[in-house]
Every structure is written in C-alpha cells, then in structure tokens.
C-alpha cells in the first residue's frame, strides 16, 4: 500500500472513530434526558394526582361546611322562634298578672266595704246574734285598707257573718236574759222576732218592747203585753196551741 493511500485510510479511521465516540456522546444525553422527562412526567402525574385527592378533600369539607352552616342557621332560626314564643308567652302573663291584680283590687275594695256594712249590721244585731258570731267578728280587720288577712279569709268572714244574720232574721228565737229593771237586775225571757223587734217579760209580769237604735237596742216597758207575750212563748215552749197574737211592731 502506498504512502497515500494508507494517509487516507488513516484519516477515514480516525474520522469514523470521532464520529462513533461523537455518536456515543449524543445517545447518553438522549439517554440521560429520556430518563429526566420520564421522572418529570411522574412527578407531574403523582402532583395531579395529589391535586385532585387534594381539591376532592377540600371539595367535601367545603360541603360538609356548607351543611354544618345550613344546620346552624336552622338552630339560629328556631331559637329565635322560639324566643319569640317566649317572649309572647311572657307578655301573655304580664297580661294576665296585671288582670288578676286588677281583680284583686276590686275584690279587695268590695271585702272592704262589706266588712264596714257588717260591721254595722253587728252593732244593731242583738245580743244572741253577737254572742253567735263573735268569734267571726273578731277576725275582722280594724282597719280594712291596712291589714295581713288574705282576701279568702276576709270573704269567709264576712260570709259566715252574714249567714247567720240572714238565719236569725227569719227565726222567732226564745232566750232567757238578764235585764236592768227598776234598777236591778231581773231575769226575763225575751222573744226576737228577726232582727228588727223583740218583746220580754218576767216572772213578775213585767214587760217591754226592743228595737234596734243607733247605738245598739233600745227598750221601753210594756207591762200591758204581758199576758201576749206570755202567751208567745208558750207557744214556742208548746205549751199552748198556735194563735195569732197582736203585738206592737216598729218599723225603723
């Protein structure tokens, strides 16, 4: 081989060999960026997925906040209806407290005026009368506007007062009395006829006739109805036959 010849296939060589290395090169970096790229493309496909774990976990703590709103604003809206039952209720018995106060007034106001007519009432009743109720009586306030008696009690009084004056008014009563006579003190038996007249008569045929007064029963002597009164309580004892028998009566 000639000088020339072998200087070309030299150069041929060489240039193949620098090609080939050149070629080596090129396909480790294709290597080295098909490797990047296939690591890139995981990466980016375990970030999506990530990302779509992440936007489904927020998307249902974003409803399940939404509902925990709905059902608190339902709480909100039934507490405030219920509020307002509440505060209609309470009016309602505002209401109803200032009714049974008015009431009590007047109720308060009627006893008030009762106890005074009953008081007077007992002060012309007679003494048989006062002596029954007395204990009823006594329960009466002194002074009506200002006084620790319940209202029930005042009313109880006042009503079992007023029953028996209704129940001696109309009943004949017979007692055995003792009278000032003459200045002394003599044994009689009066008859109340109601609440309005009286007659007595003693042993010793003295009589007289009773009606109430202003301040309390008044007597004078009758000694001529003796006998009819006698008669009377006879009649009351019967001891004698029923009859009609005149006597004065005063109409006040």
Do not use: C
């Not at 690591?39 to 496909?45: G, K, P, T, V």
């Not at 029953?163 to 003599?186: S, Y």
């Amino acid at each position: 081989m000639s000088m020339k010849r072998l200087a070309i296939f030299l150069m041929l060589m060489l240039g193949a060999a620098a090609a080939w290395a050149q070629l080596a090169d090129t396909n480790e970096s294709a290597r080295a960026m098909l490797g990047k790229w296939i690591e890139a493309r995981r990466l980016s496909s375990q970030e999506k997925q990530d990302w779509l774990l992440g936007r489904e976990m927020l998307s249902d703590r974003i409803q399940m906040l939404r509902k925990e709103a709905a059902a608190l604003r339902e709480k909100i809206g039934q507490s405030t209806n219920e509020t307002a039952d509440v505060d209609r209720k309470l009016d309602d018995l505002r209401g109803q407290e200032r009714q049974l106060q008015e009431a009590a007034d007047r109720m308060r106001a009627q006893v008030s005026d009762m106890e005074a007519r009953v008081k007077g009432m007992l002060a012309r009743a007679p003494e048989p009368v006062r002596e029954k109720v007395k204990q009823l009586a006594q329960r009466l306030p002194e002074n009506s506007a200002d006084t620790k008696i319940g209202l029930p009690e005042r009313y109880q009084n006042v009503i079992g007062i007023l029953n028996e004056l209704g129940k001696a008014n109309g009943e004949i009563a017979r007692v055995t009395e003792i009278r000032d006579l003459k200045g002394k003190p003599t044994q009689v038996e009066t008859v109340y006829v109601g609440l309005a007249q009286a007659y007595y008569v003693s042993a010793g045929g003295e009589a007289g006739v009773g009606h109430p007064g202003p301040s309390g029963w008044e007597w004078r002597p009758a000694n001529e109805l003796a006998p009819r009164i006698t008669e009377v309580i006879q009649m009351l004892q019967n001891k004698a036959s029923p009859r009609f028998v005149p006597l004065p009566v005063q109409i006040p």
